[in-house]
């Protein structure tokens, strides 16, 4: 069987569910492609058809925010994701379906090459209504230039058509030290804060010892973390993320998890409810970011996440 990124453990097209993401009961793998059948999509009937998104208190940060994002960057890089090679209107059509469930709060960045199509769809739902959570790149790239980082927003705002964001992240942070070597950014991201086109700062973590930093930086307003019960693809052992973002919680930050399924590695029936439920129940988490590429899926991870989070 091919292995599935933990950003597309689907695969892709209409039949993709990545990252942190969710499955109705029942489905199999399709062993020659890697591609989940929408016959997974076969709801349990305990769990409400009719169910929506609830809404969480994301740390002091002062924001609400609904428990799931639609997660835009499945297989995602160099501008592209999964979501972005759905086309725009096959896209707008999942997200248009997903905040009507609920699902008002898009996770972007700058690498997946998202926000042009969720400027697509902000043209027809309130913006007020809306979290939009984006990433900032700190390094030189293709696409920018580092640094930069007031030219850098407000080309995001242009290709939004958002005049704001409520939570802007930096990317990937894959060592300790940011606070003096991403010196530039912390500095031009605050001084945006300032001025109101950003609600909340924070960083996306992919390790451990950033992870400590960040929790230990009053800077610091929310935080990307990677955690699964599994211990697979994280930053250390599930138990010690988990304190960890104890500590987090209770410094006021908000937790917002990935990589839930281990990167793709954990995708059984029994290791999918048995992430979600660790994640809602012992994960120390506010919310997640589920990357969905069609309307099946979000009905279930609206579904699926209500049922788990109201047991």
């Keep these: 069987m091919n292995k599935i990124d933990r950003r597309s ?53 002062g924001l609400t925010v609904p428990r799931v994002a639609l997660g835009t960057g499945s297989i995602g890089g160099n501008q592209q994701s999964n979501q972005t090679r759905l086309g725009k209107e096959n896209f707008k059509k999942v997200a248009r379906h997903a905040w009507d469930r609920g699902i008002r709060f898009f996770d972007m960045a700058d690498s997946y090459g998202s926000h042009p199509y969720v400027r697509e769809v902000l043209k027809e739902i309130p913006r007020e209504e809306t979290t939009l959570l984006t990433k900032i790149w700190t390094t030189d790239t293709g696409w920018q230039k580092s640094g930069d980082v007031a030219l850098t927003l407000d080309r995001f705002r242009q290709e939004t058509g958002s005049d704001y964001f409520d939570i802007v992240l930096m990317h990937c942070l894959v060592r ?58 994280m930053d250390n052992t599930p138990e010690e993320v988990s304190a960890l973002l104890a500590l987090a919680q209770r410094s006021g930050k908000g937790v917002i998890a990935m990589k839930i399924f281990g990167n793709g590695d954990k995708t059984t029936e029994t290791d999918r409810e048995t992430s979600i439920t660790y994640a809602l129940k012992k994960g120390n988490i506010h919310c997640m970011t589920l990357g969905m590429e069609s309307i099946a899926q979000v009905d279930d991870a609206v579904e699926r996440v209500m049922r788990i989070a109201r047991s």
């Design 9 to 61: 453990f689907i695969g892709k097209g209409a039949a993709g569910l990545a990252g942190l993401t969710l499955l109705g009961a029942g489905g199999t793998l399709a062993a020659a492609s890697g591609i989940v059948s929408e016959n997974v999509f076969l709801h349990d009937q305990s769990i409400s058809a009719g169910a929506v998104m609830d809404r969480v208190i994301l740390g002091q940060t």
């Design 176 to 233: 300790p030290g940011y606070r003096t070597e991403k010196k530039l950014f912390i500095e031009g991201l605050t001084r945006a804060k300032e001025k109101g086109i950003i609600k909340a700062v924070g960083v996306s973590c992919h390790n451990w010892e950033a992870m400590k930093e960040a929790v230990d930086d009053p800077w610091v307003d929310v935080i990307l973390a990677r955690i699964n019960p599994f211990g697979v693809h």
